[in-house]
């Protein structure tokens, strides 16, 4: 699944990647691409390994075997930290906010983090302006000094993709982002995805619009955002394609066997 | 090879013990997810108790043994159970804090109940010895005590093995809820494992007082030996910590053998913590926190009311908010100096002893702010926080010079030295949290104590040293009120220093290391840096705390900085409130107050007092201060005339527009699975 341009190098690039855990192989050989400008879903049924496959891409898990590549280069071997600065970000599953700071502290503790120098007072005009537009676009502002620990998770979960944001991010690792949202803040959700990769609502000019990876099994959010998907099971990718391939493909429907009729 | 046995006999007789003791810590941790280290308390509480029916009440051992076990000991395995039952999901860190104030509880309700005066308790069985092969001695005591050992041993093997309570034991650790639903009542099953645990105590009490005599510190400090052998069966596994206390045993005795041949002096005492430490940093990532999966995300589950504490700030536009750290000086700040300049005052209004007793607490407050700094801010818990203060008193002592005219000197090496030291209790940090770095930081403060603190030519042993009053550029600090002012102003310094910091980028790191170090290092945080950074500054200004701590006692020896002194810091400093630098002034404040000359049949209560404070503010990262504004607002809401609306000023940010759902954190709805 080459991005359509062909020629183009993809964001972020995972080849043949392995995970065991003991005597579980939680992922199978498995690659995908992330091509620049496009929002690539990332679905299968519970324990396929999506979460796993986040892990091993932010470097919190090491992969038993496999290649990560990122803008071309070899990132394997890269500390979590050092691939969050390079410009890859991610939201947890299960919420991984900052609890005891405020909404506004979690975006600016982000902003901080990943930019160099930061955490020493450096280009805080920069950072005051990116910060407050991220919030205004994610509409946060309402919540500004909230702490986190206690928003709901809808909102919790707009933290942490501005938090992700903050970050100035070339490629946005999200998981479920849909989960535990209503009808009002799935919809507002996928405005707000849709702006992000535009680069609508991205007064910055600097900054680029990042690519996405989104785990989610929310199927009508999924097929309104992504461009293509890639499907899990039992840590094996089983069919890959635009959605309405997907949708159409056999092996999928088997591996959600009783939730067909959903489709 | 035959002068080896007796060591070995020796050896496996005590390794008995601690694989008893070992077996009761890795039973409740198993079951109920609570690493106990009050459990040398319990021991040494069962021992008094025995020692009271048994050798002061005269009642046999036949009568005495029943009441023990079957009365005492599932008594109070009970009230520990319903004790720890309302944690169950909280943080590590709550856990261990109410697990050393158990610890301090029962060390201070000991004296209380059973008085002070030496005493030993008699041998369960006859002292005389037997002589095996040719020429070697076995005491029918030791043999006796590895024979209980093994039986007991087997029969909790069998136990966990062939009952039900074996496999409902697993089933509640795996998963609660899933225990529950299957029908296995987890609470018969905590019960059960908290009684069992207790009585093994009770066992290891009984069983070592009498070769190690009946002193409240000496059996707990005997009881973390078997923190080693637990952690080698990486806290799960019953016959791994069992052999390995044995393997422990033996090792230390063979080595006690040499000890007297000099160089090594004192090294198998450090044995078992040196065992601990090595275990942790080798084993680091492999270990895992029972439950940490179906633990909450945080603790801070009372969020919005009760933690908005900075009111005044919060409220704020963001614009000023944002811009404003470096110039603000907002309502606290204020109030901190105001404070700080009456401080300074108070020379003229007290007598001199009692300036002593508050410099005291200042040199205290100053200590505990490092804790505060370390634990409250960065979530990485210490409790060796007092060696580094050991450092700084002993350095100050022996580099100040006759007139304290290098004082300055001596802080600038004993700062120097206390960095790599603290970069050395950080290192397990980087791989291990909560319960696992705990331990370690207790491992580093044991090794202090036994293989630094107790060299003559470090301490002067047991006897110390002196330190002299400091001179600063021809200035003497030796009279009374300028030492305090002294104090008062490094203190000052060093409290604004935090503030500041606290409020800017640096602190704002160290809270989100503490929050969610995971998504802190996908940002962009190498906590690598900053958990050794946080661990070697702190480090440092225990240790220049440490060097007025000895210029103001002016004579220091090991007691004073003994690995429990560092547990008394960190349940001061959670008693104040461990997030906030007036929490670290509150620990100071009462550890001064404990100085006064208070009647000791009263002073005796403080200990207990604290304990049972920590245990009820344990989960508060504001203790006091959290507890006191509560109920200040409590009393406002009576006293205020009339209820207008939006009082307190006006919030320029408008509330949430949305539905202001405001669940509380850590149970938000779990995603729900959609069909494709
Ligand atoms: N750190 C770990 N140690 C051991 N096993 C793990 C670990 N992380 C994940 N697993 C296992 O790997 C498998 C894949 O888990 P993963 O969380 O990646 O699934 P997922 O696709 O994200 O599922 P879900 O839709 O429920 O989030 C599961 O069987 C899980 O139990
Ligand atoms: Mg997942």
Known sequence: ???????????????????????????????????????????????????????????LLEPTRGRIDYLGENISRWPPHRRGRAGIARTFQRLALFSRLSVHDNLVASWESSHPGAVLGRSRAKRIERVAEVMGLLDLWPVADRMAGGLSTGKGRMVE?????????????????????????????SAVLQAVVSGRGDRHPDVAPPAILMVEHDMALVMDVCSSLTVLDFGRVIARGTPSQVRADANVRAAYLGDASAV | MSQYWPF???????????????????????????????????????????????????????????????????????????????LTGL???????????????????????????????????????????????????????????????ALLWALLRHTRFGTSTRAAVDNPDLADMVGVHGDNVRRSAWILSTMFAALVGILISPSQGLDVNQLVLVVIYAFAPAVFGRLVSLPLAYIAAMVLGVVESLLSKYANSGTVANIEAAVPYLALFALLVIMGGRLKEAGASSRRLSLSTRGGGGSGGAGAVRTRHWVVRVLGWRLRLDR?????????????????AVPGPRLIDITAAFVYGLIALTLVVLTGWAGQISLAQFSFVGVGAFTAGHLSGPHGQHFLLAVLVAMLVAAPLGILVGLPSLRLSGLYLALATLAFALVMDDIVFNRGDVSGGLTGIT?????????????????????????????????????????RRLQIVR?????????????????????????????????????????????DFMWSTSLTLLLLVVLGGRSLISGAMIAGAVYGVQQLPIPASVNQYFPLAIALGVIALAQEPEGTVAQARREARRVMTVLRPLPRRSVGGVREIPMTSGPDVAIAAGSPPRGSGHGL
Not at chain 1, 22 to 50: C, F, H, M, Q, T
Not at chain 2, 336 to 347: E, V
Not at chain 2, 523 to 530: E, Y
């Open chain 1, 1 to 59: 699944m080459a991005s359509e341009t062909g020629w183009e190098e993809p964001v972020l690039r995972a080849t043949d990647v392995t995970m065991r855990f003991g005597g579980l192989v939680a992922l199978d050989d498995v690659s995908l691409e992330v091509p620049a400008g496009r929002i690539v879903g990332l679905i299968g049924p519970n324990g396929a390994g999506k979460t796993t496959m986040f892990n091993v891409l932010t470097g």
């Open chain 1, 161 to 189: 993709l501005g938090r992700a944001l903050c970050t100035d991010p070339r490629v946005l690792l999200l998981d479920e982002p849909g989960s535990g949202l209503d009808a009002n803040e799935t919809a507002a959700f």
């Open chain 2, 8 to 86: 070995i006999i020796i050896g496996l007789f005590t390794g008995s013990i601690y694989g008893l003791a070992a077996m009761g810590v890795v039973l409740t941790y198993k079951t109920v997810g609570v690493f106990n280290f009050a459990y040398g308390a319990i021991a040494m509480f069962c021992a008094f108790t025995y020692w009271q029916l048994h050798d002061s009440w005269g009642l046999t051992a036949w009568v005495a043994m029943p009441i023990l076990f079957l009365v005492v000991a599932p008594l109070l395995g009970i009230a520990l159970e319903a004790l720890y039952r309302p």
């Open chain 2, 91 to 153: 943080s590590a860190e709550v856990v261990i804090v109410v697990s050393v104030g158990v610890l301090a509880a029962l060390e201070a309700i000991v004296p209380i109940i059973y008085g002070n005066e030496d005493r030993r308790l008699q041998a369960i069985f006859p002292t005389r010895t037997f002589v095996v092969g040719s020429h070697f001695h076995v005491g029918y005591d030791q043999l006796g005590t590895l024979v209980i050992s093994l039986a007991v041993a």
């Open chain 2, 332 to 348: 606290n700040l204020a109030l901190g100096l105001g404070g700080f300049a009456l401080a300074l005052f108070i020379p003229l």
């Open chain 2, 467 to 507: 330190v002299p009053r400091p001179q600063i550029f021809g200035v003497s600090f030796s009279g009374r009120a300028s030492l305090y002012e002294l104090v008062v102003v490094v203190f000052g310094v060093v409290a604004v220093i935090a503030y500041v910091v606290r409020l800017g980028p640096i602190g």
């Open chain 2, 515 to 559: 929050d969610s170090p995971l998504a802190a290092s996908t940002l962009g945080v190498n906590l690598t840096v900053t958990k050794l950074v946080v661990f070697a500054v702190c480090g440092m200004v225990a240790a220049l705390g440490g060097a007025f701590y000895g210029a103001l006692q002016q004579a220091v020896t090991p007691f």
